[in-house]
């Protein structure tokens, strides 16, 4: 048995990261929906990829961006996104890699 100092040394809360957080992104990524709860207590709905058992957000700026881009590159196999601003001031650029 741990003690309470020890568990609360060693937790870390889940957190959701950002698709923008990884080197390259593979367009055959498995995407989950999740439902969470903002501080009013109401529920939204965001999709997320898992990479190594981790969440990672994907906006749907960059889904509709990655549309785009494979209408025009069908064979397209990974992007890379870009991070540009935070909070509601945030951007998204994608670029293809192949």
Known sequence: MATL???A???EPKTTKNIADLDKVS???QIEEKVGK???DKE???KVAVVDGIDYRVP???LNDIKT???ARPDLKNVKVIKKGTGMN???QVIPLD
Do not use: G
Request: hydrophobic share 35%; proline share 0%; glycine share 0%.
């Open 5 to 7: 100092k020890e568990e």
């Open 9 to 11: 040394k060693a937790f």
């Open 27 to 29: 367009l055959e990524l």
């Open 38 to 40: 903002d501080q009013e």
């Open 44 to 46: 939204f709905h965001y």
């Open 60 to 62: 749907n700026s960059v």
């Open 69 to 71: 881009i494979i209408s």
């Open 90 to 92: 945030t951007n998204y």
